[in-house]
């Protein structure tokens, strides 16, 4: 199953050449405005790259019986949705946000369903039921997921360092701290990505769009999910390792509703706007987010997966900083 890895890989990165060439034939760009981050022409819709090798990826552990059929459809039928509705997006065919909205919440509910609700997890001391406010916050935190990965996909390279940092370390985790297969899962995304990565090097070749940043974030959070149920320490470290994302978007949300501005319109006053804005590159930028996941969230995630820190203490230790990291480089605010 391993060979899986470098054959997605090679299929992502075929696919990603197909549908940059075909964009390119069909003019389909995306066309640079005051609130974009780059200033030509690019094409876009490589993420129909990442989600054709994560499902063909997801049909091969299925038939090697590495996953479930349960598991099977708890990511790949919703998440199919969510990049169906991207796509639209993308086209110009969805132009409604409270449609994208509602479709989103009705994937987010079948995919906590078909993953059987959250699990009990462990925060402090003890092992907490939730219950049905659990599946509710479980909802909610997939359509965040999704959302907030679409925000943060501005600049170049970034969502393909932080999807494969994440991966990456969730992988890592699985092997070292579980006897799961799981890890199969986030490294078959993990390799959807790299394949796109290079293309994604600035000046970027060709855009995800929002078929690919929405899927990947969805995904992301819905592996955390399925990961739940066997290994919750692993689920929360997936969680910290989301933390540069979560914080810079979170922050950035709460300024802009604080000040009553229409959060769904395009904006660029994300923390990282800011510091590629400031430093007239994107590529430092985007190093840096890996950079702190490999090296600061990391080894946070991996001692509380290894039950060295409580989950909470280790969310509180990851977050804190960041979200101290993007009130200081004023994400949310609008810098002349």
């Known amino acids: 199953m391993i060979a899986l890895i470098p054959v997605a890989v090679m299929i992502s990165f075929a696919l990603t050449a197909l549908i940059r060439k075909i964009a390119v034939e069909n003019n389909h760009f995306d066309i640079p405005n005051e609130r974009s981050s780059h200033t030509s022409p690019t094409p876009r819709g490589a993420g129909v790259a990442i989600v054709a090798t994560f499902v063909v990826g997801l049909l091969v552990l299925l038939v090697n019986e590495t996953i479930s059929g349960r598991d099977f459809f708890t990511l790949a039928a919703p998440g199919l949705i969510v990049a169906l509705i991207g ?17 989103h919440f009705v994937c987010a509910s079948i995919t906590v369903w078909l993953a059987g609700g959250l699990p009990a997890l462990p925060l402090t001391e003890s092992v907490i039921g939730f219950g049905i406010a659990g599946d509710i916050a479980a909802v ?14 501005g600049i170049d390279l970034i969502t393909g360092i932080q999807t494969f940092t994440i991966c990456l370390g969730a992988a890592i985790l699985l092997v070292v701290s579980t006897d799961s297969d799981l890890w199969l899962l986030v490294a078959v995304l ?15 070749k060709i855009f995800l769009g929002d078929v690919g940043s929405g899927f990947i974030g969805f995904t992301i959070g819905a592996i955390s999910l399925v990961v739940a149920k066997e290994e919750p320490l692993v689920a929360w470290a997936m969680i910290i ?15 802009r509703l604080l000040a009553r501005e229409h959060v769904y319109i395009a904006h660029r006053t994300h923390a990282y706007q800011h510091l590629s804005k400031k430093l007239n590159r994107h590529l430092p930028v985007s190093l840096g987010v890996g950079a702190i996941n490999i090296f600061f969230l990391l ?29 200081m480089l004023k994400a949310g605010k609008k810098i002349n």
């Open 87 to 103: 796509w639209l997006d993308d086209l110009g065919r969805v132009t409604s946000a409270k449609f994208r909205l509602v479709g």
């Open 140 to 153: 909610i935190y997939l359509v965040w997921m999704l959302n907030l990965f679409n925000f943060m996909d």
């Open 190 to 204: 993990a390799a959807a990505v790299l394949g796109f990565m290079y293309f994604n090097l600035p000046p970027a």
């Open 241 to 255: 390792l989301l933390g540069v994302f979560v914080a810079d978007a979170t922050v950035t949300l709460l300024r």
């Open 299 to 327: 080894p946070i995630a991996w001692l509380v997966a290894e039950s060295t820190l409580k989950p909470l203490a280790g969310l509180l230790i990851a977050y804190l900083p960041l979200t101290l990291i993007a009130v």
